[in-house]
């Protein structure tokens, strides 16, 4: 976003009109080329306007209305009718029985019951809120890995264009050494073959971009068709393995078990309170004609659990055994998160000794290799294909060097997932280069 300062005093016009062109020249050459996505902005996008998260909302803002609702009393009930009205004459006067009744009666549950049922949707709320903080974590790294499946393609398009770009100036070279003699038909060949070859995998790789770019799309919404993968790659958290064991314990999928168990021991308690009965209130006016007296009728009913064996017994033995049911499920799913996390750290430990090694040693040696087989090609000690295969070895040090960044980085994102944070692009992201080398 471009700021204008208007500079005030007496050439604050001609200022303004400067500050306005410089602008919107400015404007227009970034309109011009391509927009990079970063992978916090592809983070942002996707959890701004996202279903999931909303739907999840709507749950938790549902569940903590109706925990209000749930601690109140029954709506009371209003009866009206009409009592020992004779059918032979229908006379309201006749019979002294006879009255119109207006009553209102009043359920009250027994025992702890709406204070429970009140408490269990204060934790289904608290069930949702843990369940959206998931959601949130679990997006952040699905859009990450998909920002990758984008970044890798076009990247290693980057290099493959490099040295497509070496190969149509050696074949300018190459027709005019074939003619005097310095490259024989079938190095000549060689390198034609080699450039389809370089050309059909960017090919591969422009494809992928789409199908990538496509599935980008489903997390961030519609993404402009020259958006690109771009910025620093995310680095591992500063926690390590045995540091993370009390984030992981804090991990929003544990958090979820915990009250699941939570909302199952409410569901136990409220079977605990059935044994204790619900009471009814009625109460009854009775309206008399033909200057009788006015009738009241007062009663209370209450539940019966004669057969605590058949019902209350067995619903609280099922609901004992969720409790139990869920314990079990978050101890799994502890040591399978544990487990994942270990997977992740290895993962990690074994794409960055991969890095070094393919940065340290195996690119400068492919790169010294090229190097030597020039000067033997050039001194006529050597043909021209090993100058070619030297440089599909380099090309190929170099994308194996990227498909370890790449790895690295998946594993740093899930490393990040299961201590509980967000994928963050770190500093010192390795970047790569492919060197031209020289043309003979």
Not at 365 to 377: D, F, G, K, M
Not at 384 to 398: C, D, F, H, M, P
Request: include cysteine; proline fraction near 4%.
């Amino acid at each position: 976003m471009n700021t204008i300062s208007f500079v005030r005093g007496p050439r604050s016009r001609v200022a303004r009109i400067v500050s306005f062109c410089l602008a919107c020249l400015v404007g227009d050459t970034q309109a011009a080329g391509p927009s990079v996505l970063g992978l916090d902005q592809a983070v942002a996008l996707a959890l701004r306007h996202q279903p999931q998260l909303e739907r999840i909302a709507g749950r938790i803002h549902a569940a903590e209305a109706s925990a209000t609702a749930e601690a109140e009393l029954p709506d009371p009930r209003l009866t009206l009718g009409l009592s020992s009205l004779p059918l032979d004459s229908l006379s309201f006067t006749r019979d002294d029985m006879t009255q119109a009744v207006v009553g209102v009666s009043q359920v009250i549950p027994g025992g702890r019951k709406r204070q429970l049922a009140g408490e269990r949707m204060r934790v289904e709320a608290g069930r949702n809120e843990a369940e959206l903080a998931a959601t949130r974590l679990r997006i952040a790294r699905d859009v990450a890995q998909a920002w990758l499946d984008l970044y890798y393609p076009e990247q290693a398009l980057g290099l493959l264009a490099d040295i497509a770009r070496e190969y149509g100036r050696e074949l300018d070279w190459a027709d005019v050494a074939l003619a005097t003699g310095g490259l024989n038909q079938a190095d000549a060949l060689a390198l034609r073959m080699q450039r389809i070859y370089v050309q059909d995998q960017m090919a591969d790789l422009q494809r992928e971009v789409v199908r990538a770019r496509v599935a980008l799309q489903r997390w961030t919404g519609t993404l402009a068709a020259d958006v690109h993968a771009g910025g620093e790659l995310p680095q591992a958290p500063e926690k390590d393995t045995e540091a993370g064991q009390p984030a992981l314990d804090a991990h929003p999928e544990l958090t979820i078990l915990r009250r699941d168990m939570d909302l199952a021991r409410s569901e136990a308690a409220l079977a605990r309170e059935a044994y204790k009965s619900d009471w009814e209130v009625d109460v009854a006016y009775g309206l008399r004609g033909g200057g009788r007296t006015d009738m009241l009728s007062v009663q209370v009913a209450v539940d019966l659990p004669l057969f605590p064996k058949r019902r209350q017994d067995r619903r609280l033995a099922a609901r004992l055994a969720a409790v139990d049911s869920a314990g079990h499920g978050l101890e799994d799913r502890r040591r399978a998160l544990a487990a994942e996390l270990a997977s992740a750290q290895a993962e990690w430990q074994a794409a960055n000794a991969r890095i070094v090694h393919f940065r340290d040693q195996l690119l400068p040696l492919a790169q010294r290799r090229v190097e030597s087989a020039l000067v033997t090609y050039r001194t006529g000690k050597s043909p021209y294909s090993g100058v070619l295969e030297a440089r599909r070895a380099e090309l190929e040090a170099r994308l194996q060097l990227l498909r370890q960044q790449v790895a690295r980085a998946r594993a740093a994102i899930d490393l990040r997932y299961y201590l509980g944070n967000t994928a963050e692009p770190g500093p010192g992201a390795d970047t790569i280069q492919l060197s031209s080398g020289s043309t003979p």
